[in-house]
């Protein structure tokens, strides 16, 4: 729809229109669904209750609607095998919360990922009745009404694996499973991806209990930066972050090491959220660097066109990096931040191949020193 000509006030109106509808849609229980975010297997075997191989009894699956608007379906899962756990009998009436969407086609049960997300709506399992691994823990069937009857039930699509990973999960319920694991890694290389994170999250759980602030960051920033699963990345980043300042130097060497690479403007976000002010003179002295490197290599990119030997990403790099400083300096409240921001926006509203994104990041940074500044004059009185 072309609305080139319409007035401003109707063309404002039409977009308020298509945001309302766009919210509405999205809070719509129907539509709506509340995956879990990732889980990883060793948070798999120690966060569930009961770990069992089965399938869904032929015709036992049928839909259910609680009050509150809560959909679902119940089923009898069928139990060949208890992994973890204790259970008596060979059924269980279970419940499939919405996470998890259920498909009858063909006399076959198809379990996928009820996500409004393409990206993630994908096939658990092509018949829910062949054997699969359960991962299972009692929740409430009907939103959380008091009444409402505990079953045990699964919710999202990690909490259902293919039944060639028993033995794989064997070694993780196992006692010492991290040697076992990196044995049986040898043989089954497809596993790597997921055993790679199970092993490092290991590892991560090890050094948070380290007592020594000092050892404990260090061995944390490698994973903090580099770990195979964002989930483990974030696990890292939240310690650090909960060590405030005194983590912040910790993360220099890595600053340094990593030359204008992706993992620079995580760090400075690090120190950002800490606030470590140690790192301002660092963070002033990068902010003259890059607008210099942004302009050699930029002007090399004109003048040499595709020929040239330098890469685009370098010159989006110089970029990222000034970002995050700017925002780090207002952050740590830098004396010097709003002059230093003020210089930044002044040098870079000067080259017509600039970022846009580096004004704008300019201008929040102000509008944050302006707003601590007001909550600082408020508290005073």
Known sequence: MNTQGWPLRLRCLLCLGVLALVAYVASCPVVRADIPEFIGDGELVDRFELIVIGGLREDSVRPVRHPGGFRGEHATLVIKEVLKGKFKGQQIPLLIRHGLQVTIKEGKVELRSNSTSPMQWLPVAADARQDQIWFLRKRQGGDGRPDA???????????VQNVDLAEYFKLLLSPEPESKVRDYLKSRPQLAVRAV????????????????????YQKLWPYCLGAAHEATRSSARRALFEGGPESGPYLMAAFQRYQHDRHRPDIIQIWARTGYTGCADLLVA?????????????????????????????????????????????????????????????????????????????????????QRRRKALQTER
């Open 149 to 159: 009857p505990w079953m045990w039930s699964v919710y999202g699509s990690h909490e």
């Open 197 to 216: 994170e199970y092993l490092e999250s290991r590892e991560v759980r090890r050094i948070l209990k380290e007592p020594n602030p000092a050892i404990r």
């Open 286 to 370: 990068l902010l003259d660097e890059n607008h210099r490197a942004y302009l050699r290599l930029h002007g090399r990119l004109e003048r040499e066109g595709s020929e040239s030997r330098i890469n685009p990403q370098d010159v989006t790099q110089l970029a990222s990096e000034v970002r995050a400083a700017i925002y780090a300096l207002a952050e740590i409240g830098d004396p010097r931040a709003e002059q230093l921001i003020a210089e930044t926006s002044r040098r870079w509203r000067e080259i017509p191949s600039a970022q846009e994104e580096i004004l704008n990041a300019c201008y929040s940074a102000m509008e944050s020193i302006e």
